[in-house]
């Protein structure tokens, strides 16, 4: 993640070889860089004090999402519990803290909320328990998705991308995206979840390979095209629709990508974007999206 830390969170900047992104502020950002992206957006806020008497909210700068990263995967519950227990004892010996218990503090971490609500105390769980600590439970924290059950996260996007120093850059980004011709109907960048039996990815796959107005970039593990910004961007630009079901969790970065080239999302699940990004996107998601019940492609009843 080393190089992903650069630029304030944003990257390296992106190459322009092939003419894909514009001249400028474009940077290979990590899905997973929120952390770094908005502590570092802080510290530039003009209405920042120091009197914490007179603030109306109180950021804590903890890289949750860069924490529990380090421990999802061969570590005990132990291990990946430590730093979030050891942050909640600190708060909570704080002045500030006593003054609305908690409630006026938020955090921000560039995963999913499933990472940070652990169910049970084995180690065989997923995560860790941040968001199920009593005194986090006070506490607002903003992830790239967030629990349609629990009032203590909100849904903010994956960064993409494109960061513009100006408004000009985003108007001069969205004629040119307007103006592209765009040769395939619909397409699809991701791999197959063969694990689940749920997941209608491979279907969508199999349909992708078999159409001559679809196109297909597969994201199966190891060098893939997948990691390549230039050529997810590209087949997105040249796109109408692009195909949303949901992976691993219900929300996809891919999912802003497309919306970034002008490529109409589909989505699969209400989960993937129209229950999480409240703050973001339109109310009335047929203003920017297609939506297609996931039972539909299960059934083949699609017409």
Not at 72 to 80: D, K, Q, V, Y
Not at 83 to 110: C, N, Q, T, Y
Not at 251 to 270: E, K, Y
Request: glycine content about 8%.
């Amino acid at each position: 993640m080393c190089k992903f830390t650069t630029n304030a969170g944003l990257g390296p900047p992106l190459e322009n070889a092939e003419g894909v992104f514009g001249d400028t502020g474009w940077y290979a950002t990590n899905q997973f860089a929120v952390d770094v992206i908005f502590n570092n957006r802080m510290k530039q806020y003009e209405c920042l004090t120091n009197d914490s008497s007179v603030a109306a909210a109180v950021f804590v700068p903890f890289y949750a999402g860069f924490d529990i990263a380090r421990y999802l995967w061969g570590f005990n519950i132990s291990r990946r519990d430590a730093a979030s227990l050891d942050l909640v004892d600190w708060l909570m010996k704080r002045p500030e803290w006593g003054i609305m218990g908690g409630k006026d503090h938020f955090l921000v971490a560039g995963r999913i909320t499933w990472d940070f609500r652990r169910l049970s105390e084995e180690d065989s769980d997923w995560g860790n328990k941040l968001l199920f600590l009593p005194a986090a439970k006070n506490m607002s924290m903003l992830v790239v998705e967030s629990s349609p059950w629990n009032a203590n996260d909100f849904g903010i996007p994956y960064p993409t991308y494109f960061h513009p120093a100006k408004d000009a850059d985003v108007f001069i980004w969205q004629e040119r995206m307007r103006r592209l011709k765009r040769d395939w109907l619909f397409s699809f960048a991701g791999a197959p979840r063969p694990g689940n039996p749920k997941s209608i990815r491979g279907q969508i796959i199999d349909q992708c390979r078999n159409s001559k107005v679809g196109k297909l970039l597969e994201c199966d593990f190891g060098e893939s095209k997948c990691h390549s910004p230039s050529s997810i961007m590209q087949m997105f630009q040249s796109s109408l629709f692009c195909l949303q079901p949901q992976g691993d969790s219900y929300t996809r970065r891919s999912a802003f990508d497309s919306m970034l080239a002008g490529c109409i999302p589909v989505f699969f699940h209400p989960g993937s974007a129209y229950t999480q990004y409240t703050w973001h996107l339109p109310k009335d998601y047929t203003k920017y999206s297609v939506f297609i019940p996931e039972n539909d492609i299960r059934k083949g009843t699609l017409a």
